[in-house]
């Protein structure tokens, strides 16, 4: 099982970037895939989630301004973030959730190496 984020870098806020999650292993569109961000000091924070069924979710500081979704044919779970905020630096992190509970992370099973994202003037 592999997955492998890209996307992250450097921007100004009020910019946009789009993160990937390319999965090997299991099929992405079956499990509840996730994005999960840890900021420079800070524990962990759940980002936001798409389930097997298609219900999608987000977490209130970034309701609006981010977009999860799935390529079926590419086995790729996407994020794209727009409006980008200096709070959003952090490392982001796909995962796959196996419980019912965001912020259990003892319920994430498989995880990505994470992928930089700083915003910054």
């Known amino acids: 099982v592999q997955l492998v984020e890209s996307g992250g870098g450097l921007v100004q806020p009020g910019g946009s970037l789009r993160l990937s999650c390319a999965v090997s292993g299991f099929t992405a569109s079956s499990s509840t895939m996730t994005w999960v961000r840890q900021a420079p000091g800070k524990g962990l924070e759940w980002v936001s989630a798409?389930?097997?069924?298609?219900?999608?979710y987000y977490a209130d500081s970034v309701k609006g301004r981010f977009a999860i979704s799935r390529d079926t044919a590419k086995n790729t779970v996407y994020l794209q973030m727009n409006s980008l905020k200096p709070e959003d630096t952090a490392l982001y992190y796909c995962a796959r959730l196996r419980s019912p509970y965001y912020s259990d992370y003892s319920g994430y099973d498989f995880w990505g190496q994470g992928t930089q994202v700083t915003i910054s003037s």
């Open positions: 798409v389930r097997s069924g298609g219900g999608i």
